[in-house]
């Protein structure tokens, strides 16, 4: 079955700016895939029919006037629903916010509109954006388009469901400790969690305002690219912005010299992970690093990060989420759902030494990466220890022990450390267990330095078609 | 870490209430907060007097390689 939907921004955007092609045609296509796939996947919590039909009618107006404004122009999305859009619900996933119309659009809302992109609908979520798995208590649970007896992996669970199905060109997710890449990594498309600071957060509900990321999700490398390149930039409404100067992301995967990966030096630390690994997992993984030596990558074994930073920095995010759900706890705690209530209590209980030791420790990290990237370009890991499960499994291993996975961290085993170094992380496919089920790998970078992970992705994404073109069950 | 600490830490530190969603976890919430206090408590003994905390947060200053 061939659909608009199938195709890549970088595919589209000709199509559109050429007017071979209409918004009003793609966003019809869009809507319809939505309707289909729904019933499966629960990937949308509001769709925006009405008005994302208007937009396109005004974005083709615009197109076949001359006013061309880029490669996101006439381009359907979708949003995680915990960024605020102006007269539309923004639930965060939970019946506490089931009737909240924000007045205003967050702050990448308006950068989306000043691209010309077209906002289709707003995705489903782990509640507050505080778990891995995207089991939503009150909209029920996102699953996956390659297996839908399957989680999509969380948070921004909908979001990249949305986009492996053709529900939506890219998504905007958020990454507290992983909940861009874990989702990316489960339903086989490619998410970037940039450098704290790049993206504004203004304007998206928090869950923990030092360790909160902005960034998208979208089929490949490039649509992520150019995606980021939209959303980047200073910010003086949102505390946590830094004001360097953005950059367009595409242009630096035009040379292909500078695609490729001969020369890098590549970090890794099996130690971090060791005993830990699902051997699809390992294997996946260890092409991945025969590949890049293959090409002329000189690979390094690291002793950074250790698990202590893992630790450690769950206590950032859990003192920060109960500083902002405290009064909605005493006031209609049951109205969480239990595992959301369970962890967000638990951060009354640490005391305000033991954040800042943590926020300690998180500078003494940074300082201990700034180091490491003296002799590396790129560090590389898997994204999860594992592939998705079954929606409802009990507990997960994780190394010899048993756990629940909506109550203990393990599925941000490998990618929280992003979140507390504040490094550009990227997730992309390598592979696929033998029931069709992706597996994704990390690249992170220096700060401020996504060109450089986007060039990598990109030089790996091109040599292995026979991943990055493989579409889920949902398209046959 | 004793339960009755946890109870009074939510009424007399947050003045919360000890409902029963609370209640019913003070056990595993011990024995969790323990652990994780234990894990900063030894990162610190590892840390140098003038390590003051990241700023929130800026990596401006540190080179990027694009």
């Known amino acids: ?476 | 870490m004793e339960i009755g600490t946890l109870r009074s830490m939510t009424t007399e530190l947050c003045s919360r209430t000890v409902n029963s969603a609370i209640e019913a976890h003070l056990p595993q919430y011990a024995v969790e907060v323990a652990d994780v206090l234990a894990a900063v408590r030894a990162a610190a003994l590892t840390f140098p007097a003038d390590l003051a905390p990241a700023s929130v947060f800026s990596l401006k200053s540190e080179p990027s390689n694009k």
């Open chain 1, 1 to 476: 079955m061939s659909s608009l939907m199938q195709k890549t921004i970088q595919e589209l955007a000709p199509l559109l700016q050429s007017k071979a092609i209409s918004p009003v045609e793609l966003v019809r296509e869009c809507l319809e895939r939505i309707e289909k796939t729904e019933p499966i996947l629960n990937a949308y919590i509001s769709v925006l029919d009405k008005s994302a039909m208007e937009t396109a009618v005004q974005a083709e107006h615009e197109i076949m006037q001359g006013r061309y404004r880029g490669p996101l122009h006439g381009i359907p999305y979708s949003a995680k629903d915990l960024y605020m859009t102006r007269g539309v619900r923004t639930t965060a996933g939970s019946a506490i916010l089931a009737d909240n119309v924000p007045e205003v659009n967050a702050a990448v809302i308006d950068r989306m509109e000043e691209a010309g992109a077209i906002l289709v609908g707003k995705n489903n979520l782990h509640e507050f954006a505080y778990g891995t798995t995207s089991e939503n208590d009150h909209f029920g649970p996102c699953h996956n388009p390659w297996d839908s007896r399957m989680i999509t992996g969380g948070s921004s669970g909908g979001s990249a469901a949305s986009v492996a199905a053709g529900s939506s060109a890219f998504s905007l997710g958020t990454d507290t400790g992983g909940s861009i890449r874990i989702p990316a990594s489960f339903c086989g498309v490619v998410g970037i969690k940039p450098t704290y600071g790049r993206v504004s957060k203004r304007g998206v509900i928090p869950l923990s305002w030092s360790m909160d990321h902005t960034g998208p999700i979208a089929k490949s490398v490039w649509d992520a690219a150019a995606t980021l390149s939209a959303m980047a930039g200073y910010d003086a409404g949102d505390v946590g912005s830094t004001d360097v100067a953005t950059e367009n992301y595409t242009a630096g995967l035009v040379d292909k010299n500078a695609v490729s990966v001969k020369g890098l030096t590549v970090g890794i630390c099996p130690r971090y992970y060791a005993g830990l690994l699902q051997p699809v997992v390992e294997k996946a993984f260890l092409q991945v690093i025969q590949w890049f030596e293959t090409n002329g990558a000189v690979v390094k074994e690291l002793s950074h990060p250790t698990r202590e930073a893992f630790s450690v920095g769950s206590v950032l995010t859990m003192a920060e989420a109960y500083a902002y759900h405290e009064q909605n706890l005493e006031a209609c705690g049951e109205k969480y759902g239990p595992s959301i209530r369970y962890r967000l209590e638990k951060g009354q209980y640490i005391p305000a030494s033991a954040y800042v030791n943590a926020q300690r420790l998180r500078q003494k990290d940074r300082q201990i990466w700034a180091a490491i990237y003296q002799e590396i370009d790129v560090f590389l890991s898997p994204t999860v220890i594992m592939p998705a499960f079954p929606i409802g499994e009990k507990t997960v291993m994780f190394g010899d022990e048993a756990v629940d996975p909506r109550v203990n961290a393990v599925l941000m085993y490998l990618t929280s450390l992003g979140d507390f170094n504040g490094h550009p992380v990227m997730s992309l496919p390598c592979g696929f267990t033998e029931g069709e089920l992706p597996i994704g790998f990390q690249i992170q970078g220096k700060p401020f330095a996504e060109t450089k992970v986007f060039q990598v992705a990109y030089a790996y994404e091109l040599a292995h078609p026979e991943i990055s073109k493989r579409k889920c069950g949902l398209w046959k």
